[in-house]
């Protein structure tokens, strides 16, 4: 009976043995694969930007006159205001590697400065949504929230937001529109955004 349980034990160990080995072979393997990327791209020379999909800030189509005496609104109208007159792309999901593969090592500090102000871009928005809807100024909120989505935010305020709005207007067709944006986005967000939406259309 105890060599049975010898002979378990032991077969046992060599099956973790081995699953932990491979793993820690493929961990190692990635790690390599990781740093070998990285090298290569630290080595691409700058190119041209013009490619990059610079967003263009619609001020006049924007509730900029609206409540502007609200000291929340009228900081996210300074913010966006601020933003419009700069280079802004939204690279969420690019990481820094293939960035530098893509448009050359020399050129990463300017675009994390051009992702930056996007990200700042889409939590002002948001930010300003939220005031307006406060403010039962869902119209206006509406608005401010398509834009957001237009850019390709990954702010899943922004799409909860707006499809509570269109639901309160039983604009089902609307909240359906969001799901495939919804799908096409570059983040890990992406499947609780489409689960949100869908619990519109339940």
Not at 60 to 85: F, M, Q, R, Y
Request: charged share 20%; net charge negative.
């Amino acid at each position: 009976m105890n060599l049975i349980v010898l002979a378990t034990a032991l077969i046992v160990s060599l099956i973790v043995f081995w699953a932990t080995r491979g793993t820690q072979d493929k961990y190692a393997q990635a790690e390599a694969d990781f740093w070998e990327k990285e090298r290569a791209a630290n080595s691409v020379r700058r190119k041209p930007l013009d490619d990059l999909d610079y967003l263009t800030i619609p001020m006049d189509e924007l509730p900029v006159s609206l409540h502007t005496d609200n000291d929340t609104i009228a900081s996210c109208i300074d913010t966006i205001g601020e933003l419009s007159k700069s280079p802004v792309v939204n690279l969420t999901g690019i990481s820094n590697t293939d960035l530098k593969l893509k448009y050359g090592a020399p050129n990463i500090t300017l675009l994390t400065l051009y992702d930056q102000r996007y990200t700042l871009l889409a939590s002002t928005l948001q930010k300003w949504a939220n005031e307006l809807i406060s403010l039962n100024e869902t119209d206006a909120a509406c608005t401010v929230l398509e834009y957001a989505v237009s850019t390709g935010t990954d702010v899943s305020g922004t799409y909860k937001s707006l499809a509570s709005i269109y639901d309160s207007r039983g604009d089902k067709d609307s909240i359906r529109k969001l799901i495939p944006v919804a799908e096409s986005l570059n983040t890990p967000l992406k499947d609780s955004i489409i689960s949100s939406l869908n619990g519109y259309l339940n």
